[in-house]
């Protein structure tokens, strides 16, 4: 036996099948559509992030394959060193447009926007107040900051208020991190009355916007657009790689903060910026949002279609508020069977189990989009309808 065969690796690996969340990558050998082809078999695709359709629509590979004939496929270097193209500036300006702010960097991803925001804002003798249910970017992003970190509980302003009182006199900077959308239950953030907390007790604000990019405010233009919050909220987190179907994320606000990130962000300083094919994509996408809203009405009407039905049906939706529908089984044993039942009636939806999830709260999450037709979304409903008599979730 050799050090070098890492045993104690796939002991852990074991300890995952006996547990029964071991898993395979599926594998999306199609375009990721309102019906794709996973794993060898058309499917109606209930499991992509690809809010609003744009992850192969034609304008956006237009004018991603124009970008690569003028730019190249690679930005070179990191952009403080001969990275920053124009195309990169000229999307940060666009941005920074839609969002009604004064400035926007971009980053590699949505996680690495977190990863390098919240470190380079607090610091030593700060405080992160962060909702119990944040994505792990933010939980890896304060780990990485050297800031005290206090949780409050999940969409609890009282908690919060608490939390606030017991820190506002122990430290310099107090940053209050939500997520706008939060990703496994659909629910949406409390932010008018977090923006109100927050200017009452001189802290500052902070929303991910991953899952309301795309989704909320017009056009989707995100939380703050969504509550009429602009100039309100301090540091918006946003994302390219979900509603806008690209890849990448960005941070939105005021001109001192990014002139800051240019400095301190270390993922910025320290990665290769995005592809010239991707900024240019991306770009387009901004530019087809902000042309109409028939894009962000669509993901709304087909999202409140499908939650009508399965609520009618009699399936536990939990608490969701956005196209983020969860089909909560229970065990996750009963999720992990869901998912399989329903792939093999032509539906595809991922089981959820701990510790993503809390025990006892393994789902199926559904992720409808604006280029789900009526045909594909009647079609999907009669097999969770199956599926779901079957598994005795419903009657």
């Not at 941005?95 to 009604?100: P, V």
């Not at 800031?147 to 609890?156: E, L, P």
């Not at 709304?300 to 089984?329: C, H, Q």
């Not at 869901?338 to 789902?363: D, M």
């Amino acid at each position: 036996m050799s050090v070098h065969d890492l045993d104690f690796i796939t002991k852990k690996l074991n300890e995952l099948k006996e547990q029964g969340v071991y898993r395979k990558l599926t594998v999306l050998e199609s375009p990721s559509e309102a019906r794709s082809i996973i794993n060898g078999k058309k499917v109606i695709n209930l499991s992509s992030n690809n809010y609003l359709g744009l992850a192969n629509h034609p304008r956006l590979k237009k004018a991603s394959l124009e970008a690569v004939e003028k730019w190249g496929v690679g930005a070179g270097a990191v952009r403080t060193i001969i990275g920053n193209m124009s195309i990169h500036e000229e999307l940060e300006k666009r941005l920074a447009e839609f969002k009604h702010v004064e400035a926007v960097l971009t980053f590699q991803s949505g996680f690495t926007a977190n990863a390098g925001v919240i470190a380079a804002v607090v610091d030593k003798g700060d405080v992160i107040i962060s909702d119990e249910l944040n994505h792990a970017s933010i939980i890896d992003g304060c780990r990485l900051s050297r800031a005290d970190v206090i949780r409050y509980k999940h969409s609890d302003l009282e908690d919060l208020e608490r939390v606030i009182n017991e820190v506002k006199d122990n430290y310099n900077t107090k940053l209050i991190i939500t997520d706008g959308v939060f990703s496994m239950d659909g629910d949406i953030a409390k932010l008018p009355e977090i923006v109100e907390l927050a200017e009452k007790y001189g802290c500052l604000t902070y929303v991910d916007d991953a899952h309301a990019s795309g989704v909320l405010g017009k056009s989707g233009r995100g939380s703050a657009d969504h509550f009429g919050l602009h100039g309100r909220v301090d540091i918006q987190i946003g994302t390219l790689s979900k509603a806008i179907g690209v890849v990448g994320g960005y941070v939105a606000g005021r001109k001192n903060l990014i002139e800051w990130l240019n400095h301190r962000g270390r993922p910025f300083l320290f990665s290769t910026a995005v592809p010239p094919s991707a900024a240019a994509a991306c770009l387009e996408a901004i530019n087809i949002l902000s042309e109409s809203t028939e894009l962000t009405d669509k993901l709304w009407e087909n999202s409140r279609y499908m939650k009508k039905a399965l609520n009618d049906l009699g399936f536990n939706t939990g608490k969701s508020e956005t196209p983020i529908t969860p089909v909560i089984a229970g065990e996750d044993k009963l999720a992990i069977e869901l998912s399989k039942r329903l792939f093999e009636e032509g539906v595809f939806a991922q089981s959820i189990v701990f510790p993503t999830v809390p025990r006892g709260a393994a789902r199926v999450r559904i992720m409808v989009t604006a280029a789900h037709s009526k045909k594909d979304l009647d079609e999907a409903i009669k097999a969770f309808e199956k599926v779901g008599r079957e598994l005795n979730l419903i009657k």
